[in-house]
């Protein structure tokens, strides 16, 4: 709360004098909706708990010390475990018991049955994704924590200048409407699974007489449509739901703010490679020149522009700048290898995951499900829609990492003295190679293996569905 | 609000090409010597006046492909027709929605660096470019006359009739069509009469129009790449006299005077023909060789104290213009960079548009050619179509392919130049320029393809299989 109040002063103060000043808040902000998914999983980003859980944390000691009960002091970190393991359960369960059915539909029922279960791989591949995300931020805490600190760390304090203020703007900008988005979409897709059951109950209070529909075909020892048991199932399914979904979103969130955040730091450090070295403008570099243009500050310098007239001290001074860029390169193609060491995996999973679900997702809407009903339809464009906002951030991070080759040439290196030139060619040799995220090795993850995907989709669907309709005659 | 660009850099090359286009009716309203309210306005009334008309018209012909849709036949020609002329369509709203990344692009170039000895051979490249484009432009021109006056004249052979499917007997019967060169839907009755002869002349005039402003488009992105094809190819000469120049600076060479003495001879060649005014009052001789005319080889000095660390005796100041020589060959070749990352940014929407569009008509256009049993029309009509569409195709993956080869081959100049006597910071600057230019400069299609003839080879391998495997389903 009085963060809030202090932050909303600070805002305005900003807004009317410099809109340019960046912060850690801004910074910290971008994780507020990640937290709270996270918290609902029973996983914790890092080790600063907010100020609620703090507070729980104590009043639950102070009650242990009361009733003299020298237990062991279990932390936060006990409790969220095995919250997070039972949730984990829960998942599995749910797997265990789909797998099940779905099992039993395929060698005993009717030709019918096997289509109207076919619906169910969808969401157990759903589940499986979400378990795989999960899983990781739980096992590799400490990985992600590293993450968030040295990415921290890296963000610019203070004022920046115009050019790095539309770059973090717009990056910055990106990011929330595609978190802010995703988040509330998903919460859309939970109402949207869990809306038929509900209703066909709410319609049986009043007295209709309609089948009570259950979300999900489970193989259960016992009847499910008996009184009770019907509507603790369909409780327990909505918080299977909840778990699955929030899963899936809590791993792409995370990857998202990540490969943001690294892009952004390339952007910023291409734009510093371009303001490196001075080259003063005539008939060979003229006025609207790009080079021309960053240098134009300097320039105006005074005491800047006797420095550099004297070699030595204009050397050592472009040494110690390279210096300090090419370790935060380094810094970043090695944040760049830990986001793929955390997700590439998941995300192979997640791509064979979409090319089936999207080709089956297309099989039941054409065939099974009806025009107006859209828990299907929903789904298809959530997964279509997920898969694209990976694909494309990929596709950022490779793009701003290819510029920094542009960016080495761009600079004025030919003014430069022989050490730097070589400094930066090995430079040029180095982001030659793009840095990206691949899918376990197999793929890299960029807009050109979108299309792969979809084609794949397509390619399964129309073999599917011509053996359906080859098998209705 | 217009503002009034004073002609310059790429606009002036391409003059007769932005007058062409306002001609055919594309919202371009910059580069007007005049621009007062009354004929801006009189000028978007036009524009505006050939959109409706050909969006109208292309509207009545998909009507008409709707109408008689139950004939497969009937509907496979119609729907070639309606997807071929889909792309003056596009194209048309593409550069109205577009404009201000176009005039973007063709003030890139509006003021570039100098130096005093290469100026004859960029003027010299700049003038191969104009000549190339101008000769590009005279061919699509010529192009576009001919298909219109043959697709015309073939209205006149041949029946002129449309399949319908008999419902009873599901066979396909013939029924009388008025002979028009496209099929579509009027209003107005026009088998015969007045309103057959106006609605004859407004397929004429939408024919034309409509080829036109595709054409013509394609032409500008054309011409864009040519002219930043033949910068490319002036940055390859100019490296060996760079060369030499950096090694003067170090090593003992005979004849640095030559060097310094921007060369002569070329003078002569490149003085133009005034009498080579085109258009007239479109394009300006002044203007552009200027340069030539006024030559910078006089402006050197020769006397002056010689530095005396140089084994040649250079003087400062040729010290001076031997050192800027990298730094203007670095800077123009960013110039370029910058110009075809542009052109690429403006253009490769539409490029892509239009490969998806050609997929499709060249897919239905290799089914239709299964269907050729002799010398009539109908073997004409398809052929034409087809070799149309795949011209189209392969006039822009030529111009993108050369951007390729010529972008990748600076590598190459670089090291058959003689690098190996230059100075230490020649070998540097030859170095980092082989490493940057190994990457080709290639345009892709908002990044699904690049731009380049392996795109054609693909195109043409898929229609030729498609009519393979029609054939011996047939």
Request: charged share 15%.
């Amino acid at each position: 709360f009085k963060k809030k109040l202090v932050k909303k002063n600070e805002s305005v103060g900003t807004e009317t004098t410099e809109e340019r000043i960046y912060s850690f808040n801004d910074y910290d902000e971008t994780f507020v909706k990640i937290k709270k998914v996270l918290w609902i999983l029973g996983l914790r980003l890092t080790r600063n708990d907010s100020d609620r859980v703090k507070l729980v944390h104590i009043l639950f000691f102070i009650y242990l010390y009361k009733r003299q009960q020298w237990i062991k002091p279990f932390c936060m970190k006990f409790w969220f475990q095995v919250f997070y393991w039972f949730e984990f359960a829960n998942l599995l369960g749910a797997v265990i018991l789909e797998i099940i059915e779905l099992i039993r539909t395929v060698t005993g029922g009717s030709f019918e049955d096997i289509i109207a279960s076919l619906g169910m791989i969808p969401c157990m591949g759903y589940l499986i994704s979400a378990i795989l995300k999960s899983y990781k931020i739980c096992y590799y805490e400490s990985m992600y924590e590293n993450l968030i600190n040295e990415l921290r760390n890296m963000w610019p304090q203070g004022k920046v200048t115009e050019d790095e203020h539309v770059i973090i703007s717009k990056a910055l900008k990106q990011l929330n409407f595609v978190t802010t988005g995703f988040y509330w979409c998903n919460y859309a897709l939970i109402i949207g699974c869990m809306l038929p059951c509900y209703t066909a109950l709410i319609q049986i209070a009043f007295g209709q007489d309609v089948p009570k529909i259950l979300a999900y075909l489970y193989w259960l020892p016992f009847d499910p449509l008996q009184p009770y048991v019907f509507e603790v199932l369909i409780i327990i399914q909505t918080w299977h739901t909840i778990l699955s979904i929030m899963g899936i979103v809590s791993g792409d969130l995370l990857f998202f703010i990540f490969v943001s955040h690294i892009t952004t730091q390339f952007d910023l450090m291409s734009l510093r490679i371009e303001k490196l070295i001075f080259v003063p403008t005539d008939q060979q570099l003229i006025n609207i020149y790009p080079l021309a243009i960053h240098n134009k500050h300097k320039r105006n310098d005074q005491v800047a522009s006797t420095e550099m007239q004297n070699e030595e001290i204009r050397e050592d001074v472009h040494q110690k700048e390279l210096l300090d860029i090419i370790l935060r390169h380094r810094t970043l193609i090695r944040l760049c290898a830990d986001v793929e060491s955390l997700f590439s995996f998941s995300l192979l999973i997640n791509f064979i995951n979409s090319s089936v679900i999207i080709c089956f997702l297309s099989f039941v809407i054409v065939v099974v499900e009806k025009w107006y009903e859209f828990m299907y339809k929903t789904a298809m464009v959530t997964i279509l829609s997920q898969t694209w906002l990976i694909c494309w951030f990929g596709q950022k991070l490779l793009d701003s990492s290819k510029r920094l080759s542009q960016a080495l040439y761009n600079c004025g290196w030919y003014t430069s003295s022989q050490k730097i030139k070589k400094n930066i060619q090995i430079m040029l040799f180095r982001t030659g190679k793009a840095v990206g995220v691949t899918t376990y090795g197999f793929t890299i993850i960029c807009l050109a293996s979108y299309t792969t995907i979809i084609k794949t989709s397509w390619s399964y669907f129309t073999l599917i569905y011509n053996s359906y309709k080859m098998n209705q005659k | 609000m217009m503002t009034k660009v004073k002609a310059q850099g790429l606009v002036t090359d391409l003059m007769p090409n932005i007058k062409l286009m306002q001609a055919a009716g594309h919202f371009l309203f910059n580069y007007h010597s005049d621009n007062s309210g009354m004929s801006m306005l009189l000028r978007k009334v036009y524009s505006s006046v050939h959109a409706v008309l050909i969006v109208v018209n292309y509207v009545c012909m998909a009507i008409n492909m709707a109408q008689y849709s139950d004939e497969v036949n009937e509907l496979t020609a119609n729907t070639i027709t309606v997807l071929f002329f889909a792309h003056s369509v596009i194209k048309l709203l593409f550069f109205a929605l577009n404009s201000k990344s176009f005039y973007r692009t063709l003030a890139i170039w509006n003021q570039s660096n100098s130096h005093p000895l290469f100026t004859e051979s960029d003027a010299r490249y700049h003038q191969l470019a104009l000549t190339k484009m101008r000769r590009l432009l005279y061919c699509i021109c010529g192009v576009t006359v001919l298909s219109v006056a043959s697709w015309v004249t073939l209205t006149f052979f041949g029946e002129s009739v449309r399949f319908i499917a008999n419902k009873e007997t599901n066979e396909t019967m013939t029924e009388p069509a008025p002979r028009l060169p496209l099929k579509a839907w009027y209003p107005f009755n026009t088998m015969s009469g007045t309103m057959y002869i106006a609605a004859f002349a407004l397929q004429i005039y939408w024919l034309l129009f409509s080829m036109a402003i595709a054409n013509l488009l394609d032409v500008m992105f054309c011409s864009w790449l040519i002219f930043a094809c033949e910068q490319l190819q002036h940055l390859k000469a100019i490296m060996k006299p760079l060369m030499e120049l950096s090694a003067s600076l170090d090593t003992y060479r005979p004849n640095t005077a030559e060097l310094f003495r921007a060369s002569s001879t070329e003078k002569s060649e490149k003085v133009p023909d005034p009498v080579d005014l085109d258009i007239r009052g479109i394009y300006s001789t002044q203007q552009d060789f200027g340069i030539t005319l006024r030559g910078a080889g006089g402006k050197l000095q020769t006397f002056g104290q010689p530095t005396p660390n140089n084994p040649n005796g250079l003087t400062q100041k040729q010290e001076m213009l031997a050192r800027s020589a990298i730094k203007y060959w670095v800077e123009r070749h960013k110039h370029v960079v910058r110009l075809v990352a542009s052109i690429g940014d403006t253009y490769g929407t539409a490029l892509l548009f239009h490969m998806l569009i050609s997929t499709i008509t060249l897919t239905l256009l290799a089914y239709q050619a299964t269907k050729i049993d002799g010398v009539n029309v109908y073997a004409f009509s398809t052929l034409g179509y087809l070799t149309y569409t795949l011209g189209q195709v392969f006039h822009f993956c030529i111009f993108g392919n050369r951007l390729i080869e010529e972008s990748s081959s600076v590598m190459e100049a670089a090291y058959s130049c003689q690098w190996y006597d230059g100075s230490e910071e020649a070998k540097t600057f030859v170095q980092i320029v082989c490493q940057q230019c190994q990457k080709a400069m290639s345009i892709s299609g908002a990044k699904f393809f690049t731009v380049s003839l392996d795109l054609f080879a693909s195109v043409l391998g898929a229609v030729v299989t498609y009519f393979m495997v029609l054939i011996q389903l047939k």
